[in-house]
Each structure stands twice: as structure tokens, then as C-alpha cells.
């Protein structure tokens, strides 16, 4: 069983910038972020493979950027311009399983963070 645990949530005003933190209790070849807000379902924000493929949900493209640190087993994503429709619970996402990043736009990944949240206000 991996573990993932998160941080870096928090309250931002609209325009601001964030970054999130997780850290995998083993090397895992995919890494990611979901989100869900109130009232939605739950959607891929960003996942990168640690050979490098990158996938971005549309609504965060030019915003958003994932990174890895593979050596710490650990995936970050800055997020800048900020806005109201930001806000959800995000969670980090992890799996062992070798499929291009843009896989889990379908099907979710293995393994769960326990959330933490991100308020943008108005």
C-alpha cells in the first residue's frame, strides 16, 4: 500500500498563486492531482509518469504546472491565477501501473491522498 500524503492547501485570494505538495512513501511511476469541488464529480487536474508524460486538464493549462521529484518520491503543482472555480479538495493520486498520463483522464489512479483544501475568493 503506497502512502500520500499531502500539503499546501489553503485560503488565496482571486489572482494568487498556490502550491501543493506530495510525498509518496515509495517510488510510484505515476504521480497526479485530482480535484473536487462541491456539487461536481471529481476530475484529473495534472499527472506526470516518471518518464515524463504530462497531462492537464483543459481548464488549468497556461496555469497549472506538475513536477516530480523522483528522488524524493514527491510531486508538486504550482498553481497560479487563481480563480473562484479553482476551489475544491485536492487530492494526490498516485499509480504503479506504466500507462501514458493521460490515461487517468478515464480511470482513476490506485492510490489516494486524503485531500486538502484549496478556497480561492472573489
Known amino acids: 500500500q503506497v502512502q500520500l500524503v499531502e500539503s499546501g492547501g489553503g485560503l488565496v485570494q482571486a489572482g494568487g498563486s498556490l502550491r501543493l505538495s506530495c510525498a509518496a512513501s515509495?517510488?510510484?511511476?505515476?504521480m497526479g492531482w485530482y480535484r473536487q469541488a462541491p456539487g461536481k464529480q471529481r476530475e484529473l487536474v495534472a499527472a506526470?509518469?516518471?518518464?515524463?508524460?504530462?497531462n492537464y486538464a483543459d481548464s488549468v493549462k497556461g496555469r497549472f504546472t506538475i513536477s516530480r521529484d523522483n528522488a524524493k518520491n514527491m510531486v508538486s503543482l504550482q498553481m497560479n491565477s487563481l480563480s473562484p472555480e479553482d476551489t475544491a479538495v485536492y487530492y494526490c493520486?498516485?499509480?504503479?501501473?506504466?500507462?501514458?498520463?493521460?490515461?487517468?483522464?478515464?480511470?482513476?489512479?490506485?492510490?489516494w491522498g486524503s485531500g486538502t483544501l484549496v478556497t480561492v475568493s472573489s
Open positions: 515509495e517510488s510510484i511511476f505515476t
Open positions: 493520486a498516485a499509480d504503479r501501473r506504466s500507462y501514458s498520463s493521460s490515461y487517468y483522464e478515464r480511470a482513476p489512479m490506485t492510490y
Open positions: 506526470l509518469t516518471s518518464d515524463g508524460s504530462t
